[in-house]
């Protein structure tokens, strides 16, 4: 059994007083709004995810919990996410609290931080919601975290251009040469769902398993195929090797019908058709092998100053009443399972969610953004 280390003591102490809270009282009392606790909230991801903190999650909770505020931090596109970790490993290693107390990241920071003991480890004693969130979910990341929503990247393609949508990457790779100028990708550096177009050329070759975790960089020769792959589609990329800067950017193209096909995340594809940005005629299939995605995950570092406020957010981030401003928002699939959904949203998306390819660990990831430059863009 592994011991309980100086450090620990106090965050299990902690933890338990924190569970008490939360299992003895959920019902918001007036006299604690004199006593304002800020949390310092870090969030990774595109402007409609942070939407839905600003001006969904973030106002029904302090509304519902008012001894709380909220400071908000947004890291476009993960930009800053590996200084976020350096400061909060760094904290833990001088026995500091850190000032991050929660934080949305790539799930790679999730896997980077387990051996160092950066996380709370999460369960239904200390956050009875968690109960409601798919249980294979909450195993495959060791409890580590609380996957509170879920998306992928899909194949986004206007039927008023094409009959058959495509059913494999290959099918896609043969549209594009079919069809010079009419697809792209974002820049791998400026958004997830180009680097799901750039990781399922290479998982084309190479397969998902040995580059979801761990790094060795003797593996990336086995990516030599994917880069060819790559630099063969340049030309026939739109505006002749052009590549947006951002998933919001490529969109855009779509919208303007300069573009007929791209890949592109499930729900900010889905938010923009919904908000009428995108042409009637758009739709969004999912191929085989499925690219990238993930369920977005909010982790507690152990380190954090504020743990009581931490968890009584992420125990109200998996209530059917934030889960709801997920799917109404940013048609996100919810965390918690459907049954603990409304009925209407049920019926609406029981089809909807399917499954995803992984992502690379972030050290592979880093080397992917970075090779593509200089083997795709550069060396064409």
């Known amino acids: 059994m592994r011991r309980m280390t100086r450090f620990h003591r106090p965050v299990v102490a902690a933890l338990v007083a924190v569970a008490l809270v939360l299992i003895g009282s959920t019902v918001p009392n007036a006299a604690r709004a004199a006593e304002a606790v800020t ?57 500091r609290t ?17 051996p160092e003991n950066l996380w709370v480890k999460l369960s239904p004693k200390l956050l009875p919601n ?52 009419k697809f792209t990708y974002c820049d791998p550096n400026t958004g997830g769902s180009g680097q799901a177009f750039v990781t399922a050329a290479i998982y084309r070759f190479t397969g998902p398993d040995k580059f979801a975790k761990g790094y060795d960089p003797k593996e990336e020769a086995a ?15 739109y505006n002749n090797g052009f590549h947006p800067n951002g998933n919001v950017a490529v969109l855009q193209l779509m919208a303007q019908e300069n ?16 908000r009428g940005q995108l042409p009637k005629t758009m739709k969004f299939t999912q191929i085989t092998p499925p690219l990238i995605g993930d ?24 209530t059917p009443e934030a889960q709801t401003m997920v799917i109404n928002m940013i ?21 909807v969610a399917k499954g995803f390819s992984p992502y690379p660990s972030p050290k592979y990831l880093a080397d992917i953004k970075r090779l593509w430059h200089e083997k795709v863009v550069v060396g064409q």
């Open 130 to 181: 968690i109960a409601k969130v798919p249980q294979d979910i909450l195993q495959a990341v060791d409890y580590f975290g609380v996957p509170y929503r879920g998306s992928s990247v899909v194949i986004g393609y206007n039927s008023k251009f094409i009959n058959t949508a495509p059913r494999t990457f290959d099918d896609v790779v043969a549209w594009i040469k079919a069809n010079p100028g």
């Open 259 to 274: 573009i007929y096909m791209a890949s592109v995340w499930s729900d900010q594809g889905l938010d923009f058709f919904k």
């Open 295 to 318: 369920d977005a995950r909010v982790m507690l570092p152990a380190g954090g100053a504020h743990l009581e406020g931490a968890m009584t957010f992420l125990n109200w981030l998996l």
């Open 98 to 114: 850190t000032d991050v107390d929660l934080w949305e990241a790539e799930p790679g920071y999730v896997d980077a931080g387990i």
């Open 331 to 351: 048609a996100g699939y919810p965390g918690i399972e459907w049954k603990y959904m409304p009925a209407p949203l049920r019926d609406q998306f029981k089809d």
């Open 39 to 95: 949390l310092n909230l870090y969030i990774s991801g595109d402007t409609n995810v942070f939407d839905l903190f600003q001006k969904g999650f973030i106002p029904a909770f302090t509304q519902r919990y008012p001894k709380y505020k909220v400071n908000f931090v947004g890291l476009l596109h993960g930009n800053g996410s590996d200084g976020v970790y350096a400061k909060i490993l760094g904290a833990k290693r001088a026995g």
């Open 223 to 237: 990516w030599d195929p994917g880069w060819k792959l790559l630099r063969e589609l340049q030309p026939a990329m």
